[in-house]
């Protein structure tokens, strides 16, 4: 099924690294990302393009990508991002006071695509 060149999708990192510390069990991680998406939701709810996103709940698009450099790379990506104006929100769990994900306002996936190339699916 070919993907419509003007999907409106949200892009999620994720510390992969994440795995390894005792306190992040699948179910920590995933509600890491969680956390990650609604609050970037909620911070661009009047965003018309988070308006389109949210208004058809059956055909929203994610895309959850690895980051496999840890603290040091979460915040580089945050960075980057604010450099090139991308609205996003980063994600720092408390109380232990780690970055663990960055979730990507909704955008139009050809317009932003090229920031995410280099990282890989979530697995």
Same mark, same amino acid.
């Given at each position: ?80 991002? =604010? ?25 139009? =996936? =050809? ?13």
């Amino acid at each position: 099924m070919a993907t419509p060149v003007n999907v409106i999708v949200q892009y999620i990192l994720l510390r992969r690294d994440l795995k390894k510390m005792k306190n992040y069990n699948d179910g920590a991680i995933i509600a890491q990302a969680c956390h990650a998406s609604s609050a970037i939701l909620h911070k661009t709810s009047n965003d018309e393009l988070t308006k389109s996103y949210l208004s058809d709940l059956d055909r929203m698009h994610k895309i959850i990508l690895s980051i496999e450099g840890g603290e040091t790379e979460i915040n580089e990506i945050s960075d980057i991002l =604010k450099q090139n104006s991308i609205v996003h929100y980063l994600w720092i769990e408390q109380p232990e006071n780690i970055p663990t994900a960055i979730a990507v306002k909704p955008h139009y =996936k =050809k317009d932003i695509e090229h920031f995410f190339s280099k990282y890989k699916l979530y697995r």
